[in-house]
């Protein structure tokens, strides 16, 4: 399950009205139907097209006549070193993950100014915060999404709409088997020790949308990594650097500086 997948259901025990998008029908009308007995609404689309992102807004309103919430959580991923990436892929990632929500959020903001209301969730990562060497291309477009929500709360400051930031570590999905290029370092995948269900993303999405919150960790151990970044960049981005290499090389790394430390 993903994460938007999960974000429907926790919406949905909470008696919202959905609006659901996606690419593949099917998985819509799966998702439509096990969040019954809640209203919910399918519309395929492929936010990989600019076209299609700005054509949707109109298409959910011709649903329920109004958005009071809307989730930005479509993202897709690339493990292959930037200077390895194709051009059309950097682009099609780029696109999904930063200038299709441009596109929404710049569809529903006349609509929720009218309204004197709304939330908008910014699905970002954690990614967006701390750069990872394995997904530097995907670090970049959430870090980009992370500054459009800081600035666009500043600029709808008392208009009644809300902007969050949600940023979730490693969330057990299938994100890492449909990437656009490369693999996860074993280093890495071995060494998930804040790893979280797609539910626990979801509730922490919606209670901070309750809660009317700036930005989610989650989980909330994550702000630990981003303040050492932050305070001490230069041994936190060593080490990352050292987890991107490959998983023997790594380990190595780590049994030389237990002997040395142990001289």
Not at 16 to 36: K, W, Y
Not at 68 to 87: C, H, K, Q, S
Not at 110 to 130: C, D, E, F, H, W
Not at 244 to 258: H, I, L, N, V
Request: proline fraction near 5%.
């Amino acid at each position: 399950m993903g994460i938007g997948e999960a974000c429907a259901y926790a919406f949905a025990r909470r008696g919202a009205r959905l609006i659901l998008t996606a690419r593949s029908a099917g998985s819509l009308e799966r998702v439509r139907q096990a969040a019954a007995p809640a209203e919910a609404a399918a519309l395929t689309a492929d936010l990989g097209q600019p076209d299609q992102a700005q054509a949707l807004v109109a298409r959910a309103l011709g649903c329920y006549g109004r958005i009071d919430v809307l989730v930005n959580n479509a993202g897709i991923g690339m493990y292959t070193p930037f200077w390895e990436a194709e051009r059309d892929a950097i682009r099609l990632l780029m696109e999904v993950n930063f200038f299709a929500p441009l596109e929404l959020i710049r569809g529903v903001l006349p609509y929720m100014r009218r309204q004197g209301l709304g939330t908008i969730v910014n699905v970002s990562s954690v990614a967006g915060k701390i750069p990872l060497p394995w997904l530097t291309l995907y670090s970049a477009s959430k870090a980009a999404l992370n500054y459009i929500s800081d600035g666009l709360r500043m600029e709808l400051r008392g208009t009644g709409i809300h902007v969050v930031s949600v940023c979730p570590g490693y969330v057990s999905t299938g994100f890492p088997q449909h990437v656009l290029g490369g693999a996860i370092p074993e280093a890495v995948a071995r060494r998930k020790r804040f790893t979280i269900t797609a539910e626990q993303c979801a509730e922490a999405i919606v209670k901070g949308v309750e809660r009317g919150k700036r930005t989610v960790v989650t989980p909330a151990s994550g702000w630990l990594l981003i303040g050492i970044s932050r305070l001490l960049p230069g041994p936190a981005h060593a080490l990352l650097a050292r987890m991107r290499r490959p998983a023997q090389t790594f380990d190595q790394a780590s049994e030389k500086s237990r002997s040395q430390s142990q001289r």
